[in-house]
């Protein structure tokens, strides 16, 4: 990486020979990659000094983070001693193309937000398999599955809006299906679903047929998904037994989420989105299923190695799986959503601090629910405290992200092909996955390391 310039960082005063001192710099957020000392002694005087030790203490924001040196006077004279810092501006394209070339994926792109902006962001690779053009930084990527946070930040919005309680139930948004539904919906409240609690544990080829059933409009097949999910039987005796404890990762819970969003407002769920979160927040790219039309190669195309070939597509999941799994965005698009969870503002869109609370709550684990997972997040310990993240796919496209609230900082990572559940050897659709882990584990190092 070039080399952009120095900074005279601060000069020690009378430094007695085989002294150490110690200094430190307080707005280190630039990348040193080399310090100087020098000491100021007059011509023909035998002199020296040397920097035995540095490290970095990080505080809230990149402006706050302190670079910390330790200074020797290796001379025999007592001198004045000068710190001087070599720095670069670090950028992450080089990464990408590494990580792709490793992974053999067609492009990667990944991104370094915090509250104060993007500090980096870079794509490398090409849009479609066979073409020559290359992915550029304003493209547009499908990110499966966490649109899920979105759906979940959206009924924080519309709650504190008063177009919908937050504790509502399914009888509440359905009740001329009060006395035919399942006893458990009754009691089912957003909540359970955004955590993937409700007992829902699969999904029948009925309910598959109605979200895909071509006759019907999108909130429409929504609306019929909701109504054969919430008449039959699910999971037994144990989710009888132990309501909103079991944890079974299901689209069904943000589908019928969605569909009660759609009855309380009057509005589909693509309405709202747009609306309530993609324009306070400025998300000018955001939009639904894959990106661009299947005409040219003015947006990334979806890969898939399933076919023990590379094939390039524009398909996607049915529309109305859309508040588990359908929004495309720029890298700098989701960044600013990110963004919205580092500091509750953004754009034109504030939430309060008990609405970020709420979507960031973290579900204490208990025997019959281990999993850490609330309202479109999963929930570790890490850097900082309370770590959320998700990856997201609809197999053709990847993408991963991990967002530190302490720490004021998010990592992304796109990736225009699917991965593979290496864990069971399901059908390997390609190494989006594996890649996308690479851009975020280089991108974490680089941040809390450097």
């Given at each position: 990486?070039?080399?952009?310039?120095?900074?005279?960082?601060?000069?020690?005063?009378?430094?007695?020979?085989?002294?150490?001192?110690?200094?430190?710099?307080?707005?280190?957020?630039?990348?040193?990659?080399?310090?100087?000392?020098?000491?100021?002694?007059?011509?023909?005087?035998?002199?020296?000094?040397?920097?035995?030790?540095?490290?970095?203490?990080?505080?809230?924001?990149?402006?706050?983070?302190?670079?910390?040196?330790?200074?020797?006077?290796?001379?025999?004279?007592?001198?004045?001693?000068?710190?001087?810092?070599?720095?670069?501006?670090w950028t992450i394209?080089?990464?990408?193309?590494?990580?792709?070339?490793?992974?053999?994926?067609?492009?990667?792109g990944g991104a370094?937000?915090?509250?104060?902006?993007?500090?980096?962001?870079?794509?490398?690779?090409?849009?479609?398999?066979?073409?020559?053009?290359?992915?550029?930084?304003?493209?547009?990527?499908?990110?499966?599955?966490?649109?899920?946070?979105?759906?979940?930040?959206?009924?924080?919005?519309?709650?504190?809006?008063?177009?919908?309680?937050?504790?509502?139930?399914?009888?509440?948004?359905?009740?001329?299906?009060?006395?035919?539904?399942?006893?458990?919906?009754?009691?089912?409240?957003?909540?359970?679903?955004?955590?993937?609690?409700?007992?829902?544990?699969?999904?029948?080829?009925?309910?598959?047929?109605?979200?895909?059933?071509?006759?019907?409009?999108?909130?429409?097949?929504?609306?019929?998904?909701?109504?054969?999910?919430?008449?039959?039987?699910?999971?037994?005796?144990?989710?009888?037994?132990?309501?909103?404890l079991i944890f079974?990762?299901?689209?069904?819970?943000?589908?019928?989420?969605?569909?009660?969003?759609?009855?309380?407002?009057?509005?589909?769920?693509?309405?709202?989105?747009?609306?309530?979160?993609?324009?306070?927040?400025?998300?000018?790219?955001?939009?639904?299923?894959?990106?661009?039309?299947?005409?040219?190669?003015?947006?990334?195309?979806?890969?898939?190695?399933?076919?023990?070939?590379?094939?390039?597509?524009?398909?996607?999941?049915?529309?109305?799986?859309?508040?588990?799994?359908?929004?495309?965005?720029?890298?700098?698009?989701?960044?600013?959503?990110?963004?919205?969870?580092?500091?509750?503002?953004?754009?034109?869109?504030?939430?309060?601090?008990?609405?970020?609370?709420?979507?960031?709550?973290?579900?204490?684990?208990?025997?019959?629910?281990?999993?850490?997972?609330?309202?479109?997040?999963?929930?570790?310990?890490?850097?900082?405290?309370?770590?959320?993240?998700?990856?997201?796919?609809?197999?053709?496209?990847?993408?991963?992200?991990?967002?530190?609230?302490?720490?004021?900082?998010?990592?992304?990572?796109?990736?225009?092909?699917?991965?593979?559940?290496?864990?069971?050897?399901?059908?390997?659709?390609?190494?989006?996955?594996?890649?996308?882990?690479?851009?975020?584990?280089?991108?974490?190092?680089?941040?809390?390391?450097?």
């Amino acid at each position: 990486m070039p080399s952009q310039g120095a900074t005279k960082l601060l000069t020690f005063t009378d430094v007695q020979p085989g002294a150490t001192v110690h200094g430190w710099w307080n707005n280190a957020n630039a990348e040193v990659y080399r310090l100087n000392a020098w000491p100021k002694v007059a011509a023909g005087v035998d002199a020296s000094a040397e920097v035995t030790r540095n490290s970095s203490v990080k505080h809230h924001t990149p402006s706050e983070r302190e670079l910390h040196f330790y200074v020797k006077n290796t001379g025999a004279a007592v001198s004045d001693i000068e710190v001087w810092a070599f720095w670069w501006n670090w950028t992450i394209g080089p990464i990408l193309q590494s990580v792709r070339a490793e992974f053999g994926v067609p492009a990667l792109g990944g991104a370094i937000v915090t509250r104060q902006g993007i500090a980096a962001l870079d794509v490398a690779g090409i849009r479609k398999h066979g073409s020559d053009v290359a992915v550029d930084a304003g493209d547009r990527w499908h990110i499966g599955s966490d649109t899920k946070a979105m759906t979940a930040t959206l009924l924080a919005v519309l709650a504190a809006k008063g177009a919908v309680g937050m504790d509502i139930t399914v009888a509440d948004a359905f009740p001329e299906w009060v006395e035919t539904m399942n006893p458990m919906f009754k009691e089912t409240s957003f909540e359970r679903l955004m955590a993937h609690r409700s007992g829902i544990v699969d999904v029948t080829a009925a309910e598959s047929h109605a979200l895909s059933d071509m006759t019907k409009s999108v909130t429409k097949r929504r609306r019929q998904f909701a109504q054969l999910l919430t008449h039959r039987e699910h999971g037994g005796d144990l989710i009888l037994n132990a309501p909103g404890l079991i944890f079974s990762y299901q689209n069904a819970n943000f589908i019928l989420a969605g569909a009660m969003l759609e009855r309380c407002t009057g509005k589909s769920w693509e309405d709202l989105m747009k609306t309530e979160l993609f324009v306070p927040l400025g998300m000018t790219t955001a939009g639904f299923g894959a990106p661009g039309s299947g005409s040219d190669v003015s947006e990334p195309y979806g890969h898939s190695d399933a076919s023990g070939q590379r094939v390039a597509s524009k398909s996607d999941n049915t529309p109305a799986l859309g508040p588990a799994g359908t929004v495309h965005a720029s890298l700098a698009d989701w960044a600013t959503f990110i963004r919205l969870h580092l500091d509750g503002s953004e754009g034109s869109l504030t939430l309060s601090s008990s609405a970020v609370a709420r979507l960031h709550i973290d579900y204490p684990p208990n025997s019959m629910y281990p999993n850490r997972y609330g309202w479109g997040w999963i929930m570790w310990d890490d850097v900082g405290g309370l770590a959320l993240g998700h990856d997201g796919s609809n197999t053709l496209w990847y993408c991963s992200c991990q967002v530190h609230p302490n720490e004021g900082v998010g990592f992304l990572a796109v990736s225009n092909i699917g991965g593979a559940n290496r864990n069971i050897g399901a059908t390997d659709y390609g190494n989006g996955d594996a890649a996308c882990w690479k851009v975020i584990q280089t991108l974490r190092e680089h941040h809390f390391e450097s």
